[in-house]
């Protein structure tokens, strides 16, 4: 009899089938859930700037009071009440990713930034070889920063002007002064404009590596470029922590850790949340007025692009707006999605609908049903398979524009295509909430020092049936070629392996259980990069 979609949420059931590995005290441990948070507990979040640290929490307790380790990220700011701080896991497990701006905390929203420097009168005898200096007056507020640039010389008057650093905190239009060894005549007017300057070009962009013991590297800092101009950073993603493709005004990529030059651009369009799943670049298109746009989009290619490429939409409900994190999972071998094998969609919406649940049906993405957190919107998520084979995704509340919002985590019990079951709003169990004059933003599993548990990706690949077995089960290996041979291990409850042997990917093994003792085993299976467990019951 086909079970329906149901939402559990009791503590028991997270504590039986949550899979964790203990780490050193110090450590983060593996297998638990971090978020950012900004903030500083005293200060209402704003617009302004605000701090930001990371949280870590476990998977099995329900309100907890006080995260298992705290790590504040220095050097970095974002925006208090805005679509930023978003956090992902590197694809080998063992970095946490995330972006904003070397701005300090408490910056002015409302503060001006220099937008244009006019040429008033051009002068004459100017050159090349000895440059005029453009002075332009300090800021108004306390703490602003001074806005600096250069002069473009034509024909021996000054023709235009490069903004270097657009400077904050001007409430009235700068002065300008033109000086040098070489040259008169010439001037010039300021232009200021307002809204998150420290978007733009007054301060650089920074993502943030963080390893196993909490140390952070914020080195990789680079100014904006021309496409980034006003533009928000809300996040970050890697492969293996040395380089980056950011989430800002555009998909950009950034070639290496310690970079301090402008990013590359690789997709002309604003992006809400970003991921790297099976080896591809996919990104949430977020809220714009034409249709067409507002999806999900990867970039289909052998290996992740370092320069301007293509996105391929993906098809889920034409119209579908204020898109937020999304997961894609791949639990049915016999139906995916173009080249990428997934059939599996959760996505988080910044309306009531909360979270979204897609499935693949051979030819169309289909809806199987929306569900909210007692009416929150929902804005990041991840997603683990527990060991039953079951998604629990785990949600931030709210669209990131809210305070003291809460770390919730749900489990979907039923078939991939089975709807949401109406009534059982209060499914959503909490984990956290932020507190006062704090925001949870950016959710996202612990890393690891050494090879990570990624039975979010791994495991819905390696499909295991009849489950349970009698005389014979079956091990379909649903990889791509690109993602290796993985070594299957079985190991009774006393951990004695008692079965061993390589899968290359796309194909089936039988294996017969002559001989075997009733009970449960473990099945293990590892390719180069990742790790994920099954529990098999013999008959």
Same mark, same amino acid.
């Given at each position: 009899?086909?079970?329906?979609?149901?939402?559990?949420?009791?503590?028991?059931?997270?504590?039986?089938?949550?899979?964790?590995?203990?780490?050193?005290?110090?450590?983060?441990?593996?297998?638990?859930?971090? #978020?950012?948070?900004?903030?500083?507990?005293?200060? $209402? !979040?704003? %617009?302004?700037?605000?701090?930001? %640290?990371? !949280?870590?929490?476990?998977?099995? @307790?329900?309100?907890?009071?006080?995260?298992?380790?705290?790590?504040?990220? %220095?050097?970095?700011?974002? /925006?208090?009440?805005?679509?930023?701080?978003?956090?992902?896991?590197?694809?080998?497990?063992?970095?946490?990713? &995330?972006?904003?701006?070397?701005?300090?905390?408490?910056? &002015?929203?409302?503060?001006?930034?220099?937008?244009?420097?006019?040429?008033?009168?051009?002068?004459?005898?100017?050159?090349?070889?000895?440059?005029?200096?453009?002075?332009?007056?300090?800021?108004?507020?306390?703490?602003? $920063?001074?806005?600096?640039?250069?002069?473009?010389?034509? %024909?021996?008057?000054?023709?235009?002007?490069?903004? +270097?650093?657009?400077?904050?905190?001007?409430?009235?239009?700068?002065?300008?002064?033109?000086?040098? /060894?070489?040259?008169?005549?010439?001037?010039?007017?300021?232009? +200021?404009?307002?809204? *998150?300057?420290?978007?733009?070009?007054?301060?650089?962009?920074?993502?943030?590596?963080?390893?196993?013991?909490?140390?952070?590297?914020?080195?990789?800092?680079?100014?904006?470029?021309?496409?980034?101009?006003?533009?928000?950073?809300?996040?970050?993603?890697?492969?293996?922590?040395?380089?980056?493709? !950011?989430?800002?005004?555009?998909?950009?990529? #950034? /070639?290496?850790?310690?970079?301090?030059?402008?990013?590359?651009?690789?997709?002309?369009?604003?992006?809400?949340?970003?991921?790297?799943?099976?080896?591809?670049?996919?990104?949430?298109? @977020?809220?714009?007025?034409?249709?067409?746009?507002?999806?999900?989009?990867?970039?289909?290619?052998?290996?992740?692009?370092?320069?301007?490429?293509?996105?391929?939409?993906?098809? +889920?409900?034409?119209?579908?707006?204020?898109?937020?994190?999304?997961?894609?999972?791949?639990?049915?071998?016999?139906?995916?999605?173009?080249?990428?094998?997934?059939?599996?969609?959760?996505?988080?919406?910044?309306?009531?609908?909360? =979270?979204?649940?897609?499935?693949?049906?051979?030819?169309?993405? $289909? =809806?199987?049903?929306?569900?909210?957190?007692?009416?929150?919107?929902?804005?990041?998520?991840?997603?683990?398979?527990?060991? &039953?084979?079951?998604?629990?995704?785990?949600?931030?509340? *709210?669209?990131?524009?809210?305070?003291?919002?809460?770390?919730?985590?749900?489990?979907?019990?039923?078939?991939?295509?089975?709807?949401?079951?109406?009534?059982?709003?209060?499914?959503?169990?909490?984990? /956290?909430?932020?507190?006062?004059?704090?925001?949870?933003?950016?959710?996202?599993?612990?890393?690891?020092?050494?090879?990570?548990?990624?039975?979010?990706?791994?495991?819905?690949?390696?499909?295991?049936?009849?489950?349970?077995?009698?005389?014979?089960?079956?091990?379909?290996?649903?990889?791509?070629?690109?993602?290796?041979?993985?070594?299957?291990?079985?190991?009774?409850?006393?951990?004695?392996?008692?079965?061993?042997?390589?899968?290359?990917?796309?194909?089936?093994?039988? +294996?017969?259980?002559?001989?075997?003792?009733?009970?449960?085993?473990?099945?293990?299976?590892?390719?180069?990069?990742?790790?994920?467990?099954?529990?098999?019951?013999?008959?």
């Amino acid at each position: 009899m086909k079970t329906n979609f149901t939402l559990r949420s009791g503590l028991l059931m997270i504590i039986i089938l949550a899979f964790t590995v203990q780490g050193h005290a110090q450590d983060f441990t593996l297998g638990n859930i971090v #978020v950012t948070r900004v903030g500083d507990g005293s200060t $209402v !979040l704003s %617009s302004n700037t605000a701090p930001i %640290s990371l !949280l870590e929490y476990t998977t099995t @307790g329900i309100s907890q009071s006080l995260p298992t380790k705290t790590v504040s990220i %220095s050097g970095l700011t974002i /925006a208090g009440l805005a679509n930023e701080g978003l956090l992902s896991l590197s694809s080998d497990d063992k970095y946490l990713i &995330l972006a904003g701006y070397n701005a300090p905390a408490n910056e &002015l929203s409302t503060s001006r930034y220099v937008s244009n420097l006019t040429v008033t009168t051009g002068g004459s005898g100017y050159t090349f070889a000895t440059p005029p200096t453009v002075t332009i007056s300090a800021p108004n507020l306390p703490g602003g $920063v001074n806005a600096t640039a250069s002069a473009n010389i034509t %024909s021996g008057a000054i023709s235009s002007f490069t903004i +270097i650093n657009a400077g904050s905190g001007y409430t009235l239009a700068p002065t300008v002064t033109i000086s040098g /060894a070489v040259g008169s005549g010439a001037t010039a007017t300021a232009t +200021i404009s307002s809204g *998150g300057y420290w978007q733009g070009f007054s301060f650089s962009k920074v993502i943030a590596r963080v390893n196993n013991t909490g140390a952070v590297d914020a080195t990789t800092s680079f100014p904006s470029s021309n496409f980034q101009s006003n533009g928000s950073v809300k996040g970050a993603v890697s492969v293996n922590g040395t380089s980056f493709y !950011l989430n800002g005004a555009r998909i950009e990529y #950034v /070639a290496s850790l310690g970079q301090t030059t402008a990013s590359t651009l690789i997709f002309n369009q604003g992006s809400r949340s970003i991921g790297i799943q099976g080896g591809q670049l996919y990104f949430s298109s @977020g809220y714009v007025a034409a249709a067409s746009n507002t999806t999900i989009r990867y970039i289909n290619t052998s290996t992740l692009p370092t320069a301007s490429a293509t996105a391929t939409a993906v098809p +889920i409900l034409p119209g579908n707006q204020n898109l937020g994190g999304f997961y894609f999972l791949d639990t049915n071998p016999s139906v995916g999605f173009s080249s990428t094998g997934w059939d599996l969609l959760y996505v988080a919406k910044f309306d009531t609908n909360g =979270l979204e649940k897609w499935y693949y049906d051979g030819t169309n993405w $289909v =809806l199987a049903a929306s569900y909210t957190a007692a009416g929150s919107a929902i804005s990041s998520i991840t997603v683990k398979n527990n060991l &039953l084979g079951q998604p629990v995704i785990y949600a931030v509340t *709210g669209n990131n524009s809210v305070s003291n919002n809460a770390l919730v985590a749900i489990t979907d019990t039923g078939s991939r295509t089975d709807a949401m079951t109406d009534g059982v709003n209060t499914s959503f169990i909490t984990l /956290a909430t932020a507190g006062a004059n704090y925001g949870f933003r950016g959710v996202a599993f612990a890393p690891t020092s050494t090879l990570g548990v990624k039975s979010n990706e791994l495991d819905s690949k390696i499909q295991l049936w009849p489950n349970p077995a009698h005389s014979e089960f079956n091990i379909l290996n649903g990889q791509n070629a690109k993602e290796g041979t993985s070594t299957i291990e079985i190991s009774n409850v006393n951990g004695q392996i008692i079965h061993s042997q390589k899968s290359n990917p796309g194909t089936t093994t039988t +294996i017969k259980t002559n001989g075997w003792a009733k009970g449960v085993y473990i099945l293990k299976a590892t390719n180069n990069e990742s790790q994920t467990t099954k529990k098999l019951i013999i008959k």
